[in-house]
């Protein structure tokens, strides 16, 4: 069993910056993928970034603003937001793809909420 714990969310200001975190722990021998979904009220869950250990993705709406990041000693993800927008506000969930097809995980959810 693998267990996410997510940390970072809050209240900004338009332009401001959050850092999320992502902790996974457990059963976990390799990890492929560590990524980013977000879900604002009414929406469906959608990719904001994805990181391997050679490449990253981003959605179009945050480049440039966000980075994604891993340490993998740790299996620790982040994302670093900047230049936050209203329309950023969404509940943000981490994601983890094990190695080996072992599944896939997901974390409880931590809120952002941009005032504008």
């Known amino acids: 069993q693998v267990q996410l714990v997510e940390s970072g969310g809050g209240l900004v200001q338009a332009g401001g910056s959050l850092r999320l975190s992502c902790a996974a722990s457990?059963?976990?021998?390799?990890?492929?993928?560590m990524g980013w979904y977000r879900q604002a009220a009414g929406n469906q869950r959608e990719l904001v970034a994805q990181?391997?250990?050679?490449?990253?993705y981003y959605a179009d709406s945050v480049k440039g603003r966000f980075t994604i990041s891993r340490n993998n000693a740790k299996n620790t993800v982040f994302l670093q937001m900047n230049s936050l927008k209203p329309e950023d506000t969404a509940a943000y969930y981490c994601?983890?793809?094990?190695?080996?097809?072992?599944?896939?995980?997901w974390g409880q959810g931590t809120q952002v909420t941009v005032s504008s």
């Open positions: 990181i391997t250990s050679s490449s990253s």
């Open positions: 457990g059963s976990i021998f390799s990890i492929n993928l």
């Open positions: 994601n983890v793809i094990l190695g080996s097809g072992l599944g896939s995980y």
